[in-house]
């Protein structure tokens, strides 16, 4: 009932310490949600917008969904939320069709990509450099229609994927990774994430290198749960071992393949619209991975919680 309104009323008693509340709802009418119309947003796509919000046509209109849409927008770091956070209305019903009312959605596109860079100088690591590129609006199949395009930031836009390149030489350990991440491909309860690097590490006893690829498909089941199959290939190479090091290290030196098949399950009561900052609700998450079940070098069960 979007227009209820509610009025409170205190009936006191002279004689004692009492007061009674009279509580007045007028409910008014119920509606159905009629069009979700969505303005302000020039680069990311529509389908991207509709997903996080909590009503659809057709169905009953709830005001509260409405309201928790724009938090739920506001904590997608998508849009502007500083000068014209993220904004949610309920329209007035149309006369050729009071049963429904059109809810209007208002967003104010961002910068959503970010450049960062460092340097360290640790005991342990040594000197350690840094560059990194995050795209959270990242769009693998918007692909430029000139160099202009790529350059002023208009291609691979507006798609809601997360795409990030690290970026980390140093003395004694480096890591270099890419990788791209989807929550709902194409509109659906499935998404997926890739990801690859290079690890590399000069301990005392020995160097280590390790290149890999991960990959993930998930699932999501209602607003709380979702499932995940994982799977992982790397090649992990040991070399210029110390000659007092342990037996064990000997007996992995050179090139060996580890890879690994995983299933794991998430659950989540904290509310969507606070997501990055959280005041209430818990996660919960519990996961296998056999290593060795694609090949490899070793075999034995992982189990996490």
Do not use: C, M
Request: glycine content about 12%.
């Amino acid at each position: 009932y979007v227009d209820v309104s509610v009025q409170r009323q205190e009936v006191r008693d002279p004689t004692s310490p009492l007061v009674d509340l009279v509580i007045g709802i007028r409910q008014g009418q119920r509606f159905r949600t009629g069009l979700v119309q969505i303005t302000g947003n020039t680069t990311t796509r529509h389908e991207e917008i509709r997903k996080l919000v909590q009503v659809r046509p057709g169905d009953p209109l709830d005001k509260t969904a409405v309201d928790r849409t724009a938090g739920i927008l506001t904590s997608a770091r998508l849009f502007d939320i500083q000068q014209s956070p993220p904004r949610t209305a309920i329209l007035q019903p149309d006369k050729g069709n009071p049963e429904y009312r059109d809810v209007l959605v208002e967003v104010t596109e961002t910068n959503t990509g970010s450049l960062g860079f460092g340097a360290a100088v640790n005991s342990d690591a040594g000197l350690v450099g840094q560059f990194s590129f995050t795209q959270r609006n990242f769009d693998i199949t918007d692909t430029p229609d000139s160099l202009g395009d790529l350059f002023s930031g208009k291609s691979f836009r507006g798609g809601g994927q997360t795409f990030n390149v690290a970026i980390q030489p140093g003395t004694s350990t480096g890591n270099y990774s890419v990788s791209l991440g989807d929550n709902s491909i194409n509109d659906s309860s499935i998404g997926g994430s890739v990801s690859g690097y290079i690890r590399t590490r000069d301990y005392d006893e020995f160097d280590e290198e390790r290149r890999g690829i991960n990959a993930a498909i998930t699932r999501r089941f209602g607003d709380r749960w979702r499932g995940s199959i994982d799977l992982r290939y790397q090649s992990i190479e040991i070399t210029d071992i110390d000659p007092t090091s342990p037996t064990d290290v000997f007996n992995s030196e050179g090139e060996n393949i580890l890879s690994g098949l995983g299933f794991g399950l998430r659950r989540t009561t904290v509310p969507p619209q606070e997501v990055f900052r959280p005041t209430r609700g818990s996660i919960t998450e519990i996961g296998v991975e056999q290593i060795g079940a694609l090949g490899g070098d070793f075999d034995f069960t992982k189990l996490s919680a």
